[in-house]
Structures are given as structure tokens and as C-alpha cells.
């Protein structure tokens, strides 16, 4: 058997209450979030609008815990210096709105953030084969992007097997999956036996009465998944 890896919980914070964003933030770190996944949309790349860098960089100073900022807008060399500024840990760009792909991901790093590259569902892992050794984590969209609280596509676990089978293939035992879309309590478990390091919650985070349980549960759900 495999030696377990590490599941990391990033709560998306496009489901807080963000008239209180500051109380959010706070909430879920106490209750056990390892990063604060920050979405931020361009109505242009995906159907939605959400926050730019100045909120990114409000959401910097409230937060204690890495943030791992999702791009999900087109072009996005024009905002990465803006997004390292503002405070990103992590700065993931879309595959697909990224035609120079190996160049951004070093614009990335040179700016002294962790490059990652995410995939939509229809975008095949092998567009990654070229650029894997240059990347710290791949993210596997297992929903449409722009909108929280949408239905898990069930593809996504095969996804994330080609992801390690490439990740093995590259000897890049440091680079993290993540997984973004419809994850809950309910497929956290397989999720990690398949090979996700990184699990994105939202609508099922926030939704709950207790995150604290809530993530404490999708802890145990992954522990069960494993050794
Ligand atoms: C979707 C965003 C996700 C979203 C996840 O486009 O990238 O991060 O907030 O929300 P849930 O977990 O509700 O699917
Ligand atoms: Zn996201």
C-alpha cells in the first residue's frame, strides 16, 4: 500500500457571507481550513463576475492561512503581478484561456508564488504532458466554472488518476491535485483514494451549521479512504 498523503481542505470562500467576510475567514481557520480558495471571475472566460485584486487583498490581511487564488478569467498574464501583490500563495491559471502556457506558469514563479494550471471538464489531462515539470499543482475542475453549488461530474475521479499517472510518469511527487466542484462529505473519500491532495468546499462548508464538524468530517471520510 501506498504511503497516505496529506489531504488539505481549501474552503471556497465564494460561499460565505461576505458582508462578514472577515467572521467567515476567521470561522473556518478555527475550524481546521488548511488554505482559503479565492474564485475570481471575469464574466468573460466564465459566466460570472466576482472580485478582483483590491478584494483579494482585503481578504490577505483577515486571513492567517495561505491563499490559493483560482484565475478563472481570460488572459490572465495582464493581473499576475496585481494577484502577487495583493497577496497570493497560490496563483492558478485556466489551461484553456492561456495560449503560452510555459510562460505563464514561469511568470508565475518568478513572481514568487506557486503556479498552478487548471483544467475544465472537457479539457483532456494529456494538454499538460509538456508543462507538467513546470507546474506546482494541477487543479481538476469537476464542475463548469462560475457558479458554486453545482452537480460533482463523476469523470472527475478517472481525471485525477491521469493526473498521478502524469505525476508519476514526471517524478513530481511534490506537485499537488486539487480538486474544485461539487465536493462535499460524500465523495471527499474517493476523492483522496484517487489521488486528490487538495479538496475545494464551498456551498458544502458554508452551508453547514458546524464547519468545525463539517471539516472534521471530511477528514475522517478521507482517513477511512486510505492506508
Ligand atoms: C466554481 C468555483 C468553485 C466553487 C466551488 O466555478 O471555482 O471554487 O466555489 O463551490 P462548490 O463547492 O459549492 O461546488
Ligand atoms: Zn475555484
Do not use: W
Amino acid at each position: 500500500m501506498m504511503a497516505a498523503r496529506k489531504l488539505f481542505i481549501a474552503p471556497s470562500l465564494l460561499s460565505a457571507d461576505f458582508s462578514r467576510v472577515g467572521e467567515e475567514i476567521a470561522a473556518v481557520e478555527a475550524a481546521g481550513a488548511d488554505m482559503l480558495h479565492v474564485d475570481v471571475m471575469d464574466g468573460r472566460f466564465v459566466p460570472n463576475i466576482t472580485i478582483g485584486p483590491f478584494v483579494v487583498e482585503a481578504i490577505k490581511k483577515a486571513a492567517s492561512v495561505p491563499l490559493d487564488v483560482h484565475l478563472m478569467i481570460a488572459d490572465p498574464d495582464r493581473f499576475l503581478e496585481a494577484f502577487a501583490r495583493a497577496g497570493a500563495d497560490i496563483l492558478t491559471v485556466h489551461q484553456e484561456a492561456c495560449p503560452h502556457l510555459h510562460r505563464t506558469v514561469h511568470a508565475i514563479r518568478d513572481l514568487g508564488m506557486k503556479a498552478g494550471v487548471s483544467l475544465n471538464p472537457a479539457t483532456p489531462v494529456a494538454t499538460l504532458e509538456d508543462v507538467i515539470a513546470d507546474v506546482d499543482l494541477v487543479l481538476v475542475m469537476s464542475v463548469n466554472p462560475g457558479f458554486a453549488g453545482q452537480r460533482f461530474i463523476e469523470r472527475s475521479y478517472e481525471k485525477v488518476r491521469q493526473v498521478v499517472s502524469l505525476r508519476e510518469r514526471a517524478g513530481r511527487g511534490d506537485l499537488l491535485i486539487e480538486v474544485d466542484g461539487g465536493v462535499s462529505v460524500e465523495n471527499v473519500g474517493a476523492l483522496h483514494r484517487a489521488g486528490m491532495d487538495m479538496a475545494v468546499s464551498g456551498s458544502a462548508v458554508f452551508s453547514s451549521d458546524d464547519y468545525a464538524a463539517y471539516i472534521a468530517s471530511m477528514r475522517i471520510r478521507a482517513a477511512e479512504h486510505t492506508g
